[in-house]
Structure formats: structure tokens, C-alpha cells
């Protein structure tokens, strides 16, 4: 598992992953901007012009108020967001990565099944709904457990992308029944290498290659499942 990371962290320059950290974080930003001028319409269009507050008067500039405090709100949401949705976006990328690691380390191997347009399609769409879902019930919990909060978004986060990172990288070898079955042997061990994914994830800067270095570990540790027969 940690020679697996450090495989895909030596093969971090590769011209490959640059360009796919530069468009998962171009996307991850356009989404986040877009459902924050949703949202920022929303509250412009039900905000009244001036409140009659008692013993005070007519209050106006609520709308200017409010949309202040939504983006502070937004920036905040998207420390928790942010990354997650990239996580998601790199799915749709998955093939240059996986392929630039099976390129350098492992070029014996026959060329890997290409994914059907609609079944990665489906794949990254289903990824990108389960991690902002999941995500956002989680931002509600983590004010219950105080100071376990990190431990509870490691937790979270390293179940999803372990999960669905395995089967991103795995299909690409094995038919979808294969697949699961392999997960379903490994359950805990992807549980464990998606939780050493995920905790880089709080801190900033870094976490914005996490999702490259997720797949790239992903498929250096698939394939020393494969080869061991696990």
C-alpha cells in the first residue's frame, strides 16, 4: 500500500497528471461558482427589499447583507467541497492516468479494455453524485462530533474514493462482476489506502493532487492485488 503511494508520488511530474490535476480543479471551480450564483439568485429572489423591524424601523440592503454572508458561507463549504468534487471530476480522466502508470511500470501488459463512452459516463456521474451527497449529509454531522471531525471526513472520504477508485481503475481489466468481487475480498485494505488518500485532503494545496495520486496508487495497488490472486 505505501509502496504503492510512493510509486505514484515519484511519477507525480508526469506531464500526464499535470494536465489532469489543472482540469479537475478548473471544473471542480466552475461548479462551485455556478451553484453559488444559483444559490446567490435564490436568495436575491426571495430577499424583501426592507423589513419593518419593531422599535427599530424599516431595515434595507438585505439582499447586499445576505449576499455577503452566502459567500463566506461558500467558502467555507467549499474547503469540505472543494477537493471531493475534484475527486469526482478526475474520473471522467481516469484513462490518462491509469495509463501513464501502466506505461512506465508496467509495459508488459496487453492494452487495457477501453471503457464504453456511456459506462464511464455512467461511472463518473454516479461518483460525482455519491461524493457531493454523501459530503453534504456530513457537513450536518460534523458539528456533533466536535473534535472527531477530521477523523469523520478521513473516514467518509477514504470509503469513496477507496471504493470507487478501485473499481474506476479496476474495470478497465476485469468485467464489472470480477470487480466487485476483488473489492468485496479487499473491502478493508481499499477502505485503509482510500483513507491515506483522504487525509491529505485538509490540507491546502496539497490536496489538489490527491486526486491523481488516488488513481495512480489505486491502479499500482490493483495490480499487485491481481498478480497475488486477492
Not at 52 to 65: A, C, I, M, Q, Y
Not at 112 to 122: C, F, G
Amino acid at each position: 500500500m505505501f509502496t504503492a503511494f510512493l510509486r505514484a508520488l515519484a511519477q507525480l511530474g508526469d506531464r500526464r497528471f499535470r494536465r489532469v490535476v489543472g482540469v479537475g480543479v478548473l471544473l471542480a471551480l466552475a461548479l462551485l461558482v455556478a451553484v453559488y450564483a444559483l444559490f446567490l439568485q435564490a436568495v436575491w429572489w426571495i430577499t424583501p427589499d426592507s423589513v419593518d423591524v419593531p422599535f427599530v424601523g424599516v431595515v434595507t440592503g438585505l439582499e447586499t447583507l445576505l449576499g455577503w454572508a452566502s459567500l463566506f458561507l461558500m467558502l467555507g463549504l467549499s474547503v469540505f467541497l472543494m477537493v471531493p468534487v475534484a475527486s469526482a471530476f478526475t474520473g471522467f480522466f481516469l484513462e490518462d492516468v491509469a495509463e501513464a502508470v501502466e506505461t512506465r511500470h508496467y509495459p508488459h501488459l496487453p492494452p487495457a479494455r477501453a471503457l464504453p463512452m456511456v459506462e464511464a459516463l455512467r461511472q463518473s456521474v454516479n461518483f460525482i453524485g455519491v461524493v457531493v451527497v454523501v459530503n453534504v449529509v456530513a457537513l450536518f454531522l460534523y458539528p456533533m462530533v466536535g473534535p472527531a471531525t477530521p477523523l469523520v471526513f478521513w473516514s467518509v472520504n477514504g470509503f469513496l474514493l477507496g471504493r470507487e477508485y478501485f473499481t474506476l481503475v479496476a474495470l478497465r481489466r476485469l468485467p464489472l462482476p470480477e470487480v466487485k468481487a476483488m473489492r468485496s475480498r479487499n473491502r478493508w485494505r481499499l477502505w485503509l489506502a482510500g483513507t491515506l488518500m483522504a487525509a491529505p485532503l485538509s490540507l491546502p494545496i496539497i490536496n489538489l493532487v490527491v486526486p491523481v495520486l488516488g488513481v495512480a496508487t489505486f491502479t499500482h495497488l490493483f495490480h499487485r492485488l491481481a498478480a497475488s490472486g486477492r
